[in-house]
Nanobody
Framework: QVQLVESGGGLVQAGDSLRLSCAASGLPFSDYDMGWFRQAPGKEREFVATISRGGGSTFYADSVRGRFTVSRDNAKNTVYLQMNSLKPEDTAVYYC????????????????WGQGTQVTVSS
């Protein structure tokens, strides 16, 4: 059974940093691209970042590029999202997800999802 468990969310002030982690089990982690998505209240889930199975390729939404960094440790079956210079508009529930489709940023291509972790940024 595939499990993705996010952690690291919290309440911070604008300009602060947070690092989210997502621990995976039940799947051959290094065979999957990993993504981060987020959903703010009243809004649709949106793509944040993705990282290739080997970690050599990353892609970001325009809204977070330059502030967020996605990384992974295949030895620990864990993917990370380092979030710097946080803004109130980054407030959302953040989800990690796994896909067998290389290079995809579409949520429909991600078959396994975590339960999410809340990030709240106050102004």
């Amino acid at each position: 059974q595939v499990q993705l468990v996010e952690s690291g969310g919290g309440l911070v002030q604008a300009g602060d940093s947070l690092r989210l982690s997502c621990a995976a089990s039940g799947l051959p982690f290094s065979d999957y691209d990993m993504g981060w998505f987020r959903q703010a209240p009243g809004k649709e889930r949106e793509f944040v970042a993705t990282i290739s199975r080997g970690g050599g390729s990353t892609f970001y939404a325009d809204s977070v590029r330059g502030r967020f960094t996605v990384s992974r440790d295949n030895a620990k079956n864990t993917v990370y999202l380092q979030m710097n210079s946080l803004k109130p508009e980054d407030t959302a529930v953040y989800y990690c997800a796994a896909t067998f489709y290389s290079g995809s940023v579409k949520s429909a291509d991600f078959g396994s999802w975590g339960q999410g972790t809340q990030v709240t940024v106050s102004s």
